[in-house]
């Protein structure tokens, strides 16, 4: 089974600076999506980032990139330039590749992290 | 936004009831599923769907049962309330796989308390 550990359950970071949470995940697989989801204190989850393990190159998203490193199965995300609205719980999560898989995703237990002016 | 609605929002209730948690879905996708979360624990998955009538287990199914008889809704139920219960949970749905990335998009939560 996979599992995915994050673990810094907490962070801060003041604004405009530069933020990285970790993740790292445990998989057999060799095709995998990695995906980086967002909860504010509205309990929404928004996906922030996604990445294809097949892909080399590290996904960008504005302000919001990542470091995978496939061997080292890491999976971190960097927030630059971090806003007051980037204060949220941050979701790790796996997802197997392929037409059989459900598309079922595991979750790490989540990164707080808090924004200061 | 996908179209995901959760029902209801929030709820208490009594050790022992029982409870029904309802997704709706207008965005006609194969795929449902229900996840709890919980401090420290991230989303657990607790059920899913791949279809009309067809679902499956997930990792803490223990405690709930689900249908779905219909594309649009999935049914999640708690036959016998427990305090252990209590947890925030969330629907999601994704649609089916047809290559590249399918995330999933998430309900807005519904807190239920058990008492």
């Known amino acids: 089974a996979q599992t995915v550990t994050q673990s810094q359950p907490e962070m801060s970071v003041q604004e405009a600076e530069t933020v990285t949470l970790s993740c790292t995940y445990d998989?057999?697989?060799?095709?995998?999506?990695l995906f980086w989801y967002k909860q504010p204190p509205s309990r929404q989850m928004i996906l922030v980032i996604r990445?294809?393990?097949?892909?080399?190159q590290n996904a960008t998203e504005n302000r919001f990139s990542v470091n995978f490193q496939k061997a080292a199965k890491s999976f971190s995300l960097k927030i630059s330039d971090s806003q007051l609205g980037d204060t949220a719980m941050y979701f790790c999560a796996f997802m197997k590749q392929g037409r059989y898989n459900n598309n079922d995703m595991r979750f790490g237990a989540g990164t707080r992290l808090t924004v200061k002016p | 936004d996908a179209g995901i609605t959760q029902s209801p929002r929030h709820k208490v209730t009594e050790t022992g009831t029982p409870v029904t948690l309802r997704c709706h879905q207008t965005e006609n996708h194969r795929y449902m599923y229900w996840y709890r979360q919980d401090p420290g624990h991230g989303l657990r998955l607790i059920h899913y769907s791949y279809g009309v009538k067809d679902t499956d287990k997930g990792e803490v199914s223990d405690g709930y049962s689900v249908s779905r008889s219909k594309t649009e809704d999935f049914l999640l139920t708690l036959e016998s309330a427990t305090s252990s219960q209590t947890s925030v949970y969330f629907c999601?749905?994704?649609?089916?796989?047809?290559?590249?990335?399918?995330?999933?998009?998430f309900g807005d939560g519904t807190r239920l308390s058990i008492l």
């Open positions: 999601a749905i994704s649609e089916s796989w047809t290559g590249g990335t399918q995330p999933q998009h």
């Open positions: 990445q294809e393990a097949y892909k080399q």
């Open positions: 998989t057999s697989e060799s095709n995998y999506y």
